[in-house]
Structure formats: structure tokens, C-alpha cells
């Protein structure tokens, strides 16, 4: 376990840093909040740690209150990147918001296993995967239903008996795009049947 002293009056005291190492995961760190000289009394407030990581991603961690201190677990998103980061602490409490100064966030360098995700990027990377495969399958239908429509316009282009539309009691009329709202039916016959 460590414990870091940072005061929510800036340049009040020294900043602490705090260091971890790269990967660390559910390691549990205490932040004593001090208010000048005094210890600030947590009671019934929120704490929400943010930092901006070596990489300048930003990250964010609710906090829990525990013996009046600020218990911070580290996550696998803020270890994930090895170098010098900024954080500070904000206390909540109804609508009264104070922050900690400013403090270094040291993330040392440590063997790399095969992979570190944090659930919400495994979510987004399975999301993705997943909406990829669901592509993948409509190129395929898509590429099947031009292979049937091609097929169907070849065959009807060979066909000899050109298309006619007869109309009753009328002549043949040749096909058009847009019909008007009478009964007529498209057929494929020769040209000098008439429907009565």
C-alpha cells in the first residue's frame, strides 16, 4: 500500500509523486487530502481521479472514502503506458466541487505481457469485429444477388420473343418505364396477339 499527501491549495505544499508500475493493476494507493495545515474532513463527499497519461490520453477513475482518505485502485488503462503523466484528484459534495493541485503520475517501465485491455476497449474491439463480420456476410449476399440478377438479364437477352404489353382490346403496346392507371399486364408473346 502507499500513501501520498496532496493539498487542494495549489504550490500550499510540495506535490507528491506517485509511481507505479507499468501494468499494475487493482493496486490500491491512499491520497490524504489536505486543506492548507488541516486534514479536509471527506465526509459524504465523492472523489474522481483524473490524469493525463504519458501518451496525453486522458483517464478517469471513481474513487472510494475510506478512513478519510481518497482510495484510489489502479486500473490497467492507467498503467497501460510507460512515462510521465499529470493528475489530481476532484472532491464532489451536492453542487461544491474542489480539486487537488496538480501532481506527477510515474509510470515506470515494466516487461510487457502479451496483451493489456481495459473492458471498455475490449467491448469497442469486439463491437467493431463484430459489425465487420455482419459486412462481410451483406458483400456476400450482395455479390450473390448480382450474380442471379446478371444471370436472369443474360437469359432474358436471349430470349427471342421481345417483351409486349397488350392492353384489351387495343394492338401491342411496346414497354414503357411509367404506365398510366389503365389494366395492362407485361407479356412475353408474339407481337400480334390481342387480349379481348
Known amino acids: 500500500m502507499r500513501s501520498y499527501t496532496i493539498n487542494i491549495i495549489p504550490e500550499y505544499t510540495a506535490d507528491p509523486t506517485v509511481r507505479i508500475s507499468q501494468y499494475d493493476k487493482h493496486y490500491p494507493i491512499y491520497f490524504t487530502i489536505m486543506d492548507g495545515d488541516t486534514e ?24 472510494a472514502i475510506a478512513d478519510n482518505k481518497v482510495l484510489l485502485f489502479v486500473t490497467p488503462q492507467m498503467s497501460a503506458t510507460a512515462g510521465n503523466g499529470r493528475a489530481n484528484i ?26 493489456v485491455w481495459s473492458e471498455y476497449e475490449m467491448s469497442y474491439y469486439d463491437t467493431v469485429l463484430s459489425r465487420l463480420e455482419e459486412a462481410v456476410q451483406a458483400v456476400a449476399g450482395a455479390s450473390e444477388y448480382a450474380t442471379q440478377a446478371a444471370a436472369s438479364a443474360t437469359a432474358a437477352a436471349a430470349s427471342t420473343a421481345p417483351p409486349t404489353v397488350l392492353c384489351s382490346g387495343r394492338l401491342p403496346i411496346p414497354p414503357r418505364r411509367s404506365w398510366s392507371a389503365t389494366a395492362c399486364t407485361a407479356t412475353w408473346s408474339a407481337p400480334t396477339t390481342i387480349i379481348r
Not at 479536509?40 to 474513487?63: H, I, Q, R, V, W
Open 90 to 115: 476532484t472532491l464532489k459534495q451536492g453542487t461544491r466541487i474542489e480539486s487537488t493541485s496538480a501532481f506527477d503520475f510515474v509510470i515506470d517501465a515494466a516487461a510487457a505481457p502479451e496483451e
Open 40 to 63: 479536509k474532513d471527506l465526509t459524504g463527499m465523492t472523489a474522481l481521479f483524473s490524469m493525463t497519461k504519458p501518451d496525453n490520453t486522458k483517464a478517469y477513475e471513481e474513487c
